[in-house]
């Protein structure tokens, strides 16, 4: 009989750890292939764990309500049909997320205890307390929030906040690389996970990418005259809402299609070209942290599947309903900056893509038009778009030509077939 490991499987940028919230299954149950094992959930979805096979729940290894790393197994299976010994579903992607136990004299040099306990500690947590060059002095006042009580990442550094200990900071821990003096009229807020999540992300990025940004501005005004037109006629045909963004999202894909290298990754000193143009578009979420759902194989959709895709997406996201595999993937990036009238910015590249473009504010202004009767002042529509591109691979002048490319298209925009 072979056995079926079922771990937790990637759940997105960023995202390690998840909460088992409900077991469909008790030990002993006979379940069938795709029958869901158990709920779990994340700070940015919810999911379900489905049987890859039908077989028998041999074991259980994790309760309700706790907290489990990505890549950890909570259940086994027994079935008569797998063809392998210990058939791995959603194997571990990573073995950082691995929980080790170590003696505490052997987590640094610094660290030399005469007890002969164990702490049980992740190789994560344990770079961190060699960073910071904690003791057992240290390790004896942290309190473990952990599973039974371990110490997790955000244990250390929380300690090393409240110490106030002046030392060099690790690049993934952004959130805490300085000092600050306060007063008793200060207010002190601790960042919420998800948030110290997208700001060691950001800094990772900062620190990977050699970020360049380059702006141009773009004329906007059919696009605006078409869908003042035809907005009130696509939601009652639709049933949806049509922003400015699918256009943009439909313009970008077809500027990538004559740039391949922006629609890339950086793999060491490789470079991968992707085959699919997934673009993942960052959507705000009631709590006010942000999201990246990803539209895969844009280029294969129009105005309208864009649209339709966009909406269905952002509903589930700020419902929290999003599936693991819809926040996974992403080729490029969008982020609509106009949402709350910034007109432009520097938006920081989503690892491993190499690029992420900005659409500002669309403003009325005045413009310099050619007209057969010679130039003219009008009011036009204006929007600056800001392409934020990793220089390793992309130049100044690939990044020009995509974005005239991608001007070209938008302000010449084809409403044929809409």
Same mark, same amino acid.
């Given at each position: 009989?072979?056995?079926i490991?079922?771990n937790?499987?990637?759940?997105?940028?960023?995202?390690?750890?998840?909460?088992?919230? *409900?077991?469909?299954?008790?030990?002993g149950?006979?379940v069938?292939? =795709? =029958?869901?094992?158990?709920?779990? +959930?994340?700070?940015?979805?919810?999911?379900?764990?489905?049987?890859?096979?039908?077989?028998i729940?041999?074991?259980?290894l994790f309760n309700?309500?706790?907290i489990?790393?990505?890549?950890?197994?909570?259940?086994?299976l027994?079935?008569n049909t797998?063809?392998n010994?210990n058939?791995?579903?959603?194997?571990?992607?990573? /073995?950082?997320f691995?929980?080790? $136990?170590?003696?505490?004299?052997t987590i640094?040099?610094?660290?030399?205890?005469?007890?002969k306990?164990?702490?049980?500690?992740?190789?994560?947590?344990?770079?961190?307390?060699?960073? #910071?060059h &904690?003791?057992d002095?240290d390790?004896?006042?942290?309190?473990g929030?952990?599973?039974?009580?371990?110490?997790?990442?955000? =244990?250390?550094?929380?300690?090393?906040q409240s110490k106030?200990?002046?030392?060099?900071k690790p690049?993934?821990?952004? $959130?805490?690389?300085a000092?600050?003096?306060?007063? +008793?009229?200060?207010?002190?807020?601790?960042?919420?996970?998800?948030?110290?999540?997208?700001?060691?992300?950001m800094? #990772?990025?900062k #620190?990977?990418?050699?970020h360049?940004?380059?702006f141009?501005?773009?004329?906007?005004?059919?696009?605006?005259l078409?869908?003042?037109a *035809?907005?009130?006629?696509f939601?009652?045909?639709?049933?949806?809402?049509?922003?400015?963004?699918?256009?943009?999202?439909?313009?970008?894909? *077809?500027?990538?299609?004559?740039?391949?290298? %922006?629609?890339?990754?950086?793999n060491g000193t490789?470079?991968?070209?992707h085959?699919?143009?997934?673009?993942g578009?960052?959507?705000?979420l009631?709590?006010?942290?942000?999201?990246?759902?990803?539209?895969?194989?844009a280029?294969q &959709?129009?105005?309208?599947g864009?649209?339709?895709?966009?909406?269905d997406?952002?509903?589930?996201?700020? +419902?929290?309903q999003?599936?693991p595999?819809e926040?996974q993937?992403?080729t490029?990036? %969008?982020?609509?900056?106009?949402?709350?009238?910034?007109?432009?910015?520097?938006? %920081?590249?989503?690892?491993?893509?190499?690029a992420?473009?900005?659409i500002?504010?669309? /403003?009325?202004?005045?413009?310099?038009?050619?007209?057969?009767?010679g130039?003219?002042i $009008?009011?036009?529509h204006k929007v600056?778009?800001?392409?934020?591109y990793?220089h390793?691979?992309?130049?100044?002048?690939?990044?020009?030509?995509?974005?005239n490319?991608?001007?070209n298209?938008?302000?010449?925009?084809s409403f044929?077939?809409?």
């Open positions: 009989m072979s056995t490991n079922i937790i499987p990637a759940m997105g940028e960023g995202v390690i750890e998840a909460t088992i919230i *409900k077991w469909h299954v008790k030990q149950d006979r069938k292939q =795709d =029958d869901v094992l158990c709920d779990i +959930a994340t700070d940015k979805v919810d999911s379900e764990i489905t049987s890859p096979d039908e077989g729940v041999d074991s259980i309700e309500n706790e489990v790393s990505v890549g950890k197994t909570i259940a086994i027994k079935n797998a063809s010994e058939a791995v579903l959603n194997p571990p992607i990573e /073995q950082k691995e929980t080790v $136990a170590i003696p505490k004299e640094s040099e610094n660290i030399s205890s005469e007890k306990e164990f702490v049980f500690l992740s190789p994560l947590v344990k770079k961190l307390i060699q960073e #910071h &904690l003791v002095e390790l004896n006042k942290i309190k929030t952990g599973i039974e009580g371990r110490i997790t990442k955000d =244990d250390i550094l929380q300690y090393v106030s200990i002046n030392i060099e690049i993934s821990s952004p $959130a805490f690389s000092n600050v003096l306060t007063s +008793a009229s200060d207010t002190v807020i601790e960042m919420d996970r998800v948030r110290k999540l997208i700001a060691e992300h800094i #990772h990025s #620190h990977t990418s050699a360049v940004t380059s141009v501005e773009a004329d906007v005004t059919e696009i605006v078409w869908r003042n *035809k907005k009130e006629e939601k009652n045909k639709y049933g949806i809402n049509l922003t400015y963004l699918p256009f943009f999202v439909d313009a970008t894909t *077809k500027s990538i299609l004559e740039f391949p290298f %922006i629609n890339a990754s950086v490789n470079i991968i070209l085959k699919s143009i997934n673009i578009i960052a959507t705000a009631p709590n006010d942290n942000l999201i990246v759902p990803v539209i895969k194989n280029d &959709l129009n105005l309208i864009i649209a339709k895709t966009m909406n997406l952002a509903q589930r996201a700020r +419902a929290n999003l599936k595999d926040i993937g992403g490029f990036s %969008i982020t609509n900056l106009g949402t709350f009238g910034t007109l432009a910015g520097t938006p %920081i590249i989503n690892q491993p893509q190499v992420i473009l900005g500002g504010a669309i /403003q009325k202004k005045p413009d310099v038009i050619e007209t057969p009767q130039d003219a $009008a009011i036009r600056i778009l800001s392409f934020a990793d390793r691979i992309i130049d100044g002048m690939m990044a020009g030509k995509f974005l490319k991608l001007t298209l938008i302000e010449k925009y044929e077939n809409l």
